[in-house]
């Protein structure tokens, strides 16, 4: 009979290697076939412990350890991979009871997960605390943490109790039962925590509970380690990814972050994989404007590209083969991602700056204060020590700029940036990504030209907007990108419109636009029109042509507010011909209605439009009368 150590090996290789060689009309057949060598192992360790729990002396085995200590982990192991191949060949139930049972074995079923923790420290608690390195006081402060069995935080089980409460945590996260996710997640963190606590030994390794220490590699005790702390960075990861579900963002990125902080400090990861993450975690902390995280996650992520982008280039031209062609391209795509979380920080910044330089009220700009203090001691808490990012935090500031000289420092690198990203999304290839990248472009412009006192350079800004998006929607099929080619006309009329208010603003109150100076007005008003128009025609009802009875929610504002936009346009267009005049009044006027008319229908629009709606409503009254005098002039 093959000894327990070749079944187990055997039953190892047959569902982690040559099942992914199964053929597709088998796709289960080594996990099968492994499942059933692991089943007579199963009956093989239950007799095997019935036998020695009925001896009245029990001998020792390795490290003082008692047989009937190692038969339990070596059974709970076999029990634990025919749980994991029961969830893999798609058998939950079955996978979960097995699972169950491990827990069982080891010492660490608990009745209700979450009901073991006292009124006075819970769970959660105790893993908060763990992660911000206080949770031996947190344990000594309080007789009522969750009760812990030897066995289950012994050397050989604690990695086996881990594992199982992490593998349970992934099955009810997949059956989207976040809260239960939660509880064994908490509790692999707190049989982590515990074992730290309890033990100076080093834990086993679930695939060496078969081999006798002496058979063990030299660097088992080391090993051992090692997959334990891999296992709770794993436990972590997928503790970011349940809060995340459960809308807890706060908890779910500072997982995130102890996630990537871990992987970093045990090298544990594929470095490429740790940059992008590590830019879109910053993405997060941009949203809730924390600019230092954001900016030293970001310099982190370039940091690690640069480091590995020798290797990889090395690799290309040593190896002329194609996993070296493809890690030269995974490489040149996170590259790409993380310049294009570089340039929208830059972005973000700016418009941080403008919407900070206009508050709404005069308390606001004081309501930043504490924000500010706050976030440079966290920033500090979420440093990655092992990297020197000195040089790349330098070249970005992190706090809102004031000025055009500070505005155009950040205005330049973002441009790098999303310049030299956009050469690797290019329009063949990755049209979607490519007019989001130049659509970013044209939003730095736009903030950039708030901080530009000259109206002239002003215009220059926003005319290199509109060439930008001309440039992309000149090659966009409607058809297929019919949002994204209304968001571009819905700026590019914004953009003229801007235009011809910065060239009115050049006349001066009172004076009269020579000839070129109207013909120019006229040219920008005309084309901001024609572009509202072609964003309006996209929203008309496909079957009769008409624009809708009634807009969606999420487009009945922007296309009033085009209405409005309209109405104001066809006023500002500058004619010497009285005739041409009052067709133009009629026309604002026409515009001017379709607003009004649309809210007394759907009076629910009345306060999301009440600012245009009270100009709307004056022009449909004044204009007419403005006509009727123009009309008796002309007489």
Same mark, same amino acid.
């Given at each position: 009979?093959?000894?327990?150590?070749?079944?187990?090996?055997?039953?190892?290789?047959?569902?982690?290697?040559?099942?992914?060689?199964?053929?597709?009309?088998?796709?289960?057949?080594?996990?099968?076939?492994?499942?059933?060598?692991?089943?007579?192992?199963?009956?093989?360790?239950?007799?095997?412990?019935?036998?020695?729990?009925?001896?009245?002396?029990?001998?020792?085995?390795?490290? @003082?350890?008692?047989?009937? =200590? /190692?038969?339990? %982990?070596?059974? !709970?192991? $076999?029990?634990?991979?025919?749980? *994991?191949? &029961?969830?893999?060949?798609?058998?939950?139930?079955?996978?979960?009871?097995?699972?169950?049972?491990?827990?069982?074995?080891? @010492?660490?079923?608990?009745? =209700? /997960?979450?009901? %073991?923790?006292? !009124?006075? $420290?819970?769970?959660?608690?105790? *893993?908060? &605390?763990?992660?911000?390195?206080?949770?031996?006081?947190?344990?000594?402060?309080?007789?009522?943490?969750?009760?812990?069995?030897?066995?289950?935080?012994?050397?050989?089980?604690? %990695?086996?109790?881990?594992?199982?409460?992490?593998?349970?945590?992934?099955?009810?996260?997949?059956?989207?039962?976040?809260?239960?996710?939660?509880?064994?997640?908490?509790?692999?963190?707190?049989?982590?925590?515990?074992?730290?606590?309890?033990?100076?030994?080093?834990?086993?390794?679930?695939?060496?509970?078969?081999?006798?220490?002496?058979?063990?590699?030299?660097?088992?005790?080391?090993?051992?380690?090692?997959?334990?702390?891999?296992?709770?960075?794993?436990?972590?990861?997928?503790?970011?990814?349940?809060?995340?579900?459960?809308?807890?963002?706060?908890?779910?990125?500072?997982?995130?972050?102890?996630?990537?902080?871990?992987?970093?400090?045990?090298?544990?990861?594929?470095?490429?994989?740790?940059?992008?993450?590590?830019?879109?975690?910053?993405?997060?902390?941009?949203?809730?404007?924390?600019?230092?995280?954001?900016?030293?996650?970001?310099?982190?992520?370039?940091?690690?590209?640069?480091?590995?982008?020798?290797?990889?280039?090395?690799?290309?031209?040593?190896?002329?083969?194609?996993?070296?062609?493809?890690?030269?391209?995974?490489?040149?795509?996170?590259?790409?991602?993380?310049?294009?979380?570089?340039?929208?920080?830059?972005?973000?910044?700016?418009?941080?700056?403008?919407?900070?330089?206009?508050?709404?009220?005069?308390?606001?700009?004081?309501?930043?204060?504490?924000?500010?203090?706050?976030?440079?001691?966290?920033?500090?808490?979420?440093?990655?020590?092992?990297?020197?990012?000195?040089?790349?935090?330098?070249?970005?500031?992190?706090?809102?700029?004031?000025?055009?000289?500070?505005?155009?420092?950040?205005?330049?690198?973002?441009?790098?940036?999303?310049?030299?990203?956009?050469?690797?999304?290019?329009?063949?290839?990755?049209?979607?990504?490519?007019?989001?990248?130049?659509?970013?472009?044209?939003?730095?412009?736009?903030?950039?030209?708030?901080?530009?006192?000259?109206?002239?350079?002003?215009?220059?800004?926003?005319?290199?907007?509109?060439?930008?998006?001309?440039?992309?929607?000149?090659?966009?099929?409607?058809?297929?990108?019919?949002?994204?080619?209304?968001?571009?006309?819905?700026?590019?009329?914004?953009?003229?419109?801007?235009?011809?208010?910065?060239?009115?603003?050049?006349?001066?109150?009172?004076?009269?636009?020579?000839?070129?100076?109207?013909?120019?007005?006229?040219?920008?008003?005309?084309?901001?029109?024609?572009?509202?128009?072609?964003?309006?025609?996209?929203?008309?009802?496909?079957?009769?042509?008409?624009?809708?009875?009634?807009?969606?929610?999420?487009?009945?504002?922007?296309?009033?507010?085009?209405?409005?936009?309209?109405?104001?346009?066809?006023?500002?267009?500058?004619?010497?011909?009285?005739?041409?005049?009052?067709?133009?009044?009629?026309?604002?006027?026409?515009?001017?209605?379709?607003?009004?008319?649309?809210?007394?229908?759907?009076?629910?629009?009345?306060?999301?439009?009440?600012?245009?709606?009270?100009?709307?409503?004056?022009?449909?009254?004044?204009?007419?009368?403005?006509?009727?005098?123009?009309?008796?002039?002309?007489?």
């Amino acid at each position: 009979m093959a000894t327990l150590e070749d079944q187990y090996q055997k039953a190892l290789r047959l569902y982690q290697e040559e099942s992914q060689n199964d053929p597709f009309s088998e796709p289960y057949k080594s996990k099968y076939a492994a499942r059933d060598i692991l089943e007579e192992l199963k009956a093989r360790l239950s007799k095997q412990l019935d036998e020695d729990d009925d001896e009245d002396d029990v001998g020792s085995g390795e490290e @003082g350890t008692d047989v009937v =200590g /190692i038969t339990r %982990a070596r059974l !709970a192991a $076999v029990v634990y991979h025919l749980g *994991v191949i &029961a969830v893999e060949t798609e058998e939950l139930s079955t996978g979960e009871e097995h699972l169950n049972k491990v827990l069982t074995i080891v @010492g660490d079923a608990i009745e =209700g /997960i979450s009901g %073991a923790s006292s !009124a006075n $420290v819970n769970e959660a608690d105790l *893993v908060s &605390a763990a992660l911000m390195g206080d949770a031996e006081s947190l344990l000594s402060s309080s007789s009522g943490v969750p009760s812990v069995s030897p066995i289950a935080v012994s050397p050989l089980t604690v %990695a086996l109790a881990i594992s199982c409460h992490n593998q349970l945590g992934i099955l009810w996260s997949n059956r989207t039962q976040f809260p239960r996710a939660k509880q064994h997640l908490e509790r692999a963190c707190l049989l982590y925590t515990e074992y730290q606590q309890r033990n100076s030994s080093p834990p086993r390794t679930i695939g060496s509970l078969f081999s006798s220490i002496s058979q063990v590699d030299e660097g088992w005790e080391e090993n051992g380690m090692n997959a334990l702390e891999k296992l709770h960075t794993h436990t972590l990861y997928y503790l970011a990814q349940v809060y995340g579900h459960m809308g807890m963002d706060e908890k779910s990125a500072g997982y995130c972050h102890s996630t990537l902080k871990r992987q970093l400090s045990c090298k544990d990861c594929d470095l490429i994989d740790w940059a992008v993450n590590a830019a879109n975690l910053s993405q997060f902390y941009l949203r809730r404007e924390k600019f230092r995280i954001a900016r030293h996650l970001l310099s982190s992520a370039l940091k690690v590209l640069s480091q590995y982008e020798f290797e990889v280039r090395r690799d290309v031209q040593d190896e002329d083969c194609e996993e070296a062609t493809t890690m030269h391209e995974k490489f040149d795509k996170s590259n790409a991602d993380v310049q294009r979380c570089w340039g929208r920080y830059c972005l973000v910044l700016l418009q941080f700056s403008v919407d900070r330089a206009i508050p709404d009220d005069e308390s606001s700009t004081n309501v930043r204060e504490p924000e500010e203090l706050e976030e440079d001691t966290l920033d500090k808490e979420l440093e990655f020590l092992q990297l020197d990012v000195c040089d790349l935090e330098s070249e970005v500031v992190a706090k809102p700029v004031k000025n055009f000289d500070e505005a155009r420092q950040v205005f330049l690198s973002g441009l790098r940036w999303l310049s030299s990203a956009r050469q690797y999304y290019n329009m063949e290839d990755h049209a979607g990504d490519h007019v989001n990248i130049t659509q970013e472009m044209s939003l730095l412009y736009k903030a950039l030209a708030f901080f530009e006192p000259s109206e002239e350079r002003k215009s220059k800004m926003h005319k290199r907007r509109i060439d930008l998006l001309s440039a992309v929607i000149g090659e966009l099929n409607p058809r297929y990108y019919m949002n994204v080619c209304r968001q571009i006309n819905y700026e590019l009329a914004e953009t003229y419109s801007t235009m011809m208010d910065s060239k009115y603003s050049l006349i001066g109150l009172g004076n009269e636009p020579t000839s070129a100076q109207a013909k120019k007005i006229n040219t920008l008003a005309t084309s901001s029109i024609q572009h509202f128009l072609h964003y309006l025609d996209s929203m008309k009802d496909t079957d009769t042509g008409e624009q809708p009875e009634k807009y969606s929610e999420d487009s009945v504002r922007p296309a009033l507010v085009a209405w409005f936009h309209l109405g104001r346009l066809w006023s500002k267009l500058i004619s010497t011909n009285q005739q041409s005049k009052i067709q133009n009044i009629a026309q604002s006027l026409q515009n001017y209605k379709r607003v009004v008319e649309y809210c007394d229908k759907n009076k629910e629009c009345e306060p999301i439009m009440a600012q245009e709606l009270a100009i709307c409503r004056e022009m449909v009254q004044l204009l007419p009368l403005k006509m009727e005098q123009m009309r008796n002039q002309c007489l």
